[in-house]
Every structure is written in C-alpha cells, then in structure tokens.
C-alpha cells in the first residue's frame, strides 16, 4: 500500500489547525471545569448561608411561641415561593417539627417525595447529596445543629438540637452550565476557524509562491520558455529571479549547443563525403597497380625472375591489404553517416559461419592454426551480408593476434537469443583496454612500430552492425590465454507481419 503523499499546502494548513485544537481544546475543558467548581462553590455558600439564617429564625421565641402552627406554615410557604429552586424545607426544633412545606412538583411526583423522607438523623453540621431523577438534578442539604430550649412545663432551657433539611432543583444550574459549554465550544470553534484563516493568509505568503515555482520547474521540463512568475518581495521572489537567470542561461547555452551540433553535424557529413570520395579516387589506382601485378605474375609481359616473382606478391599482397583499409574506412563513413542500412532477410547462422571460416581458411592455414566449428542451425530475420562481416572481422582479428593454439567458432541458442562466439589463444586483452576496443581507430598497439597492421575500425564495425540488429557485443580476456569474443542476437525482434511469415518459412524448411 501506497504511503498517503500530501502538498505542502495541506501539510502546513493541517499542522497549524491541530496545533489550534490542541491548545484550544484543553483550554475550552480546563475553562468549563474551573467554572463549574466555581459555579458549586458558590451555590454551597448561598444555600448553607440561607440554612444557617432559616435555622436561626426557626429557632427565635417570636415563631416557636407567638406564632401559631398555621401562621408558621405560612411562613415556610411564603419562603417557598421566594426561592423557586426549593422544592421541600422540613425544619425540627428540638425534635418538634416547625415546618414541613413542599412545592407542586413533589406532590406530583413519588419518587421524589421517597427522596426527602429522611430516615436517619443526618450527622451533625452542613451535609449534602445529590440526585438524578429523570430531568430533576437535586441537590439536598442537611443542617443540623445543637440548641437550648425553653421547657414550659419545667421552666428550664433544654439542651436538644436543631435540623433543617431542603431540596434544591439545580435544573437551572445545569442549563447555566450546558449555555457556558455552548459559549465555549462556540469559541474553540471560532479559534479553529480562525487557525484556518490564518493558515490559507501564511499559505499565500510563503507556500504559494514556493508552489509556484515548483510548478514552474514541471513547465521547464516541457517548455524551456517557462519563467517563475513570484511577486512577494522577500527571499521567495529572488529565488524565482535567480531561476529565470538561470533559465535564460540554460536556453542561450541550449541554443549555442544546437548551433555546434548543426555545425558538427556538417563537419561530419564532409568528412564522410570527403572519405568516401578519397577512397574512391585511392581505389581507382589501386586496381590498376593490382591488376598489372596480377599480369606481370602471370607472365603477360614475358618471363620473370624468383626475386622478381617475390617482389610482384608483395606489391599485389599490400594491394590487397591496402585495399581492405579502404573498404573498412568506406563502410565506417557510410554507417557514420546513417547510408549503411541492413537489408533484413532470412539467414542461418550456421551456413555464414561455413561460408566465413572458408574465406579465411588460407590466412589461418599461413600461421598453421586450425579453425574449429561448432555452430547451430538457427534462422534469423537479419541482414546476411552484415552478420558474415561481424564473424570475418572477429576471425581476422583472432588470426592477426594468435601466433600459436587454435581459433574456435561457438554458436548456441540460450535465453532467447543466439550467442555466437569467437575464442583465440593468444595474447589476450588486458582489463583497462577492454572497454574502448570498440571505439573507432583504436588498437591495443598504437605506436608506429607496432607488429599487427589496421586502422582499428574491425571491432568498430562489428559494434555498429550488432546494434544495428537489436543485439550486444562483449569480450573476455586472461592475459596469457587468449579472447573471447561474443555477439547475442534476439530471437524475435519486432517485425511487421510480412517479415515475420518469411521468418517463419525459413524456418520451417531448415
């Protein structure tokens, strides 16, 4: 699976509004707990203030003797309808009850009346406990306290104790606290949102107009003409002049570049043309002086001396040397100029090997060095004239470069395709002159007393005429033991269909 990859616009816009939750989030929830501490806070010190001032009146002379037990309840009604959050207020005077009030809601509703039926005497001092019933959240506070009463019938104070007990409905608190959540999330909100304005306005600043010139850089590959187009005043839009200066410099030195490849190119069109003319007007001569060799050998003229028999061979011998340096030099011109084109056909290899040991049959015979053929049968769509000039240019080099041992001619099918081999034992080729033996009018020796004869184009045509065929060339070499020289040819190169079928025919009837 493929990693999820994000612009730069996204990277920075996502990084700055988490960095916003981050810090407005516990913020947001910090600032909610802090308020409903304080919000409980105060409502324990109104109600416990407001028990205290209830207990203390409770317990005057004035409502336990002067007032009687219908004026007192209206008293506690009267405190009741002040308070609309109380729902029940039960006060006991030394274990007399005064007041016992509770509102509408309670009479309604059993579950809370169960609520406030306390059945223990709550401990001394202020306690409280809190309750969910439905959509009632109920805070009940206990206050109890001790007391001196005035025993009528003894005319003593009674030391006894004093309880007052009420419910509070804290519906009103929760709703205060929910709209304090709301204003909050509201601002955590407006913070994200404005993390977002913030982001796309530093987006525009910086990474626009980095994106820009990345853009820019994607339009060059296509269009050399494409500039950085960044008006920020700052780093960003030198950058993208510093660019466009180097774009202009890339396109002027593209330009001059191609003006010297138009001009190499003529220079090396004339020295084709002109190689190809000079060889022709070197080969004019040299069939003549050939000839009248070849007449002078035969008697024509008369008879000749041994000396002079030995002195025709050599001029006729030079000749014919002379007139193989020329045919390289043409050939070379003409692939260097793109005018040697294969002339694809059915070919067995095995025949051209056949017909190629023979033609040099006699030069290997002249240093006593037997050829031996192993070759397989195998039908190429290929230019036959050029794949026998590969193998008479591997062999001749063999010969030229071994003075004793063998010359051993390998062809195989393997992996689809036919590699063909040419192994000499001679002197062999040393690591660091492997790689440029194929390199136009290169020799191993190439000093002016060199033994071997040429102008090192063999290896160069052959390199030229394998690829002309989709194939590859390589040697390998022991100093002391000899070469080997392989070409590979594809089996199957890409043919239109005519040449297929014919590919196939020849096959068919090896």
């Known amino acids: ?68 037990p219908k004026q007192r309840a209206e008293y506690c009604r009267s405190l009741l309808r002040d308070q609309p959050e109380l729902l029940v207020l039960h006060v006991t005077v030394g274990g007399t009850p005064v007041c016992l009030v509770h509102s509408d809601e309670i009479s309604d509703n059993s579950e809370l009346q169960s609520l406030f039926f306390f059945k223990e005497p709550p401990p001394p001092g202020v306690s409280q406990q809190k309750h969910r019933l439905g959509n009632f959240h109920i805070l009940k506070l206990s206050y109890t306290r001790p007391v001196a009463v005035f025993d009528v019938l003894s005319g003593t104070q ?51 107009p980095v994106e820009g010139l990345a853009a820019a850089l994607k339009r060059f590959k296509r269009d050399p003409g494409a500039r950085a187009s960044v008006r920020s005043g700052d780093e960003l839009e030198t950058l993208a002049q510093e660019f466009n200066q180097m774009a202009d410099v890339i396109a002027e030195r593209k330009k001059e570049l191609e003006e010297i490849n138009v001009a190499l190119r003529k220079a090396n069109r004339a020295k084709s043309d002109f190689l190809a003319v000079m060889s022709h007007e070197l080969k004019t001569p040299l069939h003549a002086i050939r000839g009248y060799s070849q007449l002078l050998l035969e008697g024509v003229d008369g008879p000749i001396t041994a000396a002079q028999h030995e002195d025709l061979q050599n001029i006729l011998n030079s000749g014919d040397h002379l007139l193989e340096l020329i045919d390289n030099i043409l050939k070379f011109s003409k692939i ?23 033609s040099v049959s006699a030069l290997a015979r002249h240093k006593n060095l037997p050829i031996e053929s192993d070759v397989e049968s195998c039908v190429l769509h290929a230019d036959s004239t050029k794949l026998k000039q590969i193998l008479l240019n591997l062999l001749s080099n063999a010969i030229k470069y071994t003075e004793r041992g063998k010359i051993a001619v390998v062809g195989r099918v393997h992996n689809h395709e036919y590699i063909l081999t040419v192994s000499d034992t001679g002197l062999g080729i040393p690591a660091h002159e492997r790689a440029r033996i194929f390199e136009p009018f290169t020799q191993l020796d190439g000093s002016s007393t060199r033994e071997s004869q040429g102008v090192g184009l063999g290896l160069a045509i052959v390199k030229k005429y394998v690829e002309m065929h989709h194939g590859r060339v390589w040697v390998e070499s022991d100093l002391g033991q000899g070469s080997r020289f392989s070409v590979a040819f594809p089996l199957e190169p890409q043919l239109d269909s005519d040449s297929l079928e014919e590919v196939r025919h020849a096959r068919s009837h090896r």
């Open 1 to 68: 699976m493929r990693p999820l990859r994000l612009s730069l616009r996204y990277k920075f816009v996502f990084t700055l509004v988490g960095f916003t939750l981050l810090v407005a989030l516990p913020l947001g929830a910090l600032s909610l707990m802090r308020f409903s501490n304080a919000l409980e806070e105060q409502l324990n010190l109104r109600w416990e203030t407001a028990a205290k001032g209830w207990l203390a009146s409770f317990e005057s002379e004035t409502l336990l003797r002067l007032l009687t």
């Open 336 to 358: 260097e100029a793109g005018e040697d084109r294969p002339y694809f056909e059915a070919a067995d290899l095995s025949v051209i090997a056949e017909e190629t040991i023979k």
């Open 158 to 208: 009674i030391e006894t104790s004093s309880l007052l007990q009420f419910g509070i409905n804290m519906v009103s608190v929760q709703a205060q606290i929910r709209r304090e959540m709301t204003m909050i999330a509201l601002i955590v909100l407006g913070y994200v949102l404005l993390g977002l304005v913030i982001a796309f306005t530093f987006y525009k600043m910086i990474l626009g």
